[in-house]
């Protein structure tokens, strides 16, 4: 079955610092892909998410491209904040109004 | 605030007892989801309606739970004898079918004593 394998946290970084998360995915047919965002004490937000290949999704400083030869979706941002300090979550869908199948989670912790 | 919302936010129970969780969805979704997380995981997919119809159940869906959806607005969730396992954050979502993207509610936590 589908399935989302996400790098193991917690990540700890100072502010300023380059964020890299690992996300690969194991899919049959062609997923869209996303990545949330759950900050403390609050519900899932959608940060951003890509629909085919190639395609980079972008929001608030975050990146993260589409790669189907190496079935990726790494999470970037140049430079964190305190306030990205939150727990991240990689997903795929496998099509419009299908049901999300989630990575366990990546949680950042960003120090001043 | 028209985004989803979910009541309880908290429930304990002791085990053995029934406890029932309401979804309320954005008012145009026309499809809803009900997800389970626990500690350190992320969430699960356990079942998701289209309209008032029950389309798919996740076998992590048991016996004793039930979802409903009267009307196609708010659903709920009962699970019946509750067990220690139990224990993890519910999480509703809503979406149109036409959507790519899933609108989460803050969820409702559930602690089995």
């Known amino acids: 079955g589908d399935s989302v394998t996400q790098m193991e946290g917690p990540v700890t970084l100072s502010e300023e610092a380059f964020l890299t998360i690992n996300c690969t995915y194991t899919?049959?047919?062609?997923?869209?892909l996303f990545w949330y965002v759950q900050y403390p004490g609050e519900g899932l937000q959608l940060l951003l998410k890509a629909t085919k290949a190639d395609d980079k999704g972008s929001n608030k400083g975050f990146e993260a491209t589409y790669r189907k030869e190496t079935t990726s979706f790494h999470l970037e941002k140049g430079s964190v904040q305190v306030s990205d300090s939150a727990v991240y979550f990689c997903?795929?869908?496998?099509?419009?109004?299908?049901?999300?199948?989630f990575g366990p989670g990546t949680r950042l912790s960003v120090l001043p | 605030d028209t985004g989803v919302s979910q009541n309880p936010r908290h429930k304990i129970t002791k085990r053995g007892q029934n406890v029932t969780f309401r979804c309320d969805p954005i008012?145009?979704?026309?499809?809803l989801y009900w997800y389970r997380q626990t500690l350190g995981q992320g969430p699960e997919f356990l079942t998701y309606?289209?309209?008032?119809?029950?389309?798919?159940k996740s076998r992590l869906l048991s016996d004793r739970f039930s979802a409903e959806r009267p009307k196609g607005s708010f659903s709920t969730l009962e699970i019946q004898r509750t067990e220690q396992g139990d224990s993890a954050m519910y999480l509703c979502?809503?979406?149109?079918?036409?959507?790519?993207?899933?609108?989460f509610g803050p969820g409702t936590r559930l602690t089995v004593l």
């Open positions: 979502a809503s979406s149109l079918d036409t959507y790519n993207e899933q609108f």
């Open positions: 309606f289209q309209n008032e119809a029950q389309l798919e």
């Open positions: 899919a049959t047919g062609y997923p869209s």
């Open positions: 008012s145009e979704h026309n499809r």
């Open positions: 997903a795929l869908s496998r099509g419009y109004g299908q049901n999300f199948v």
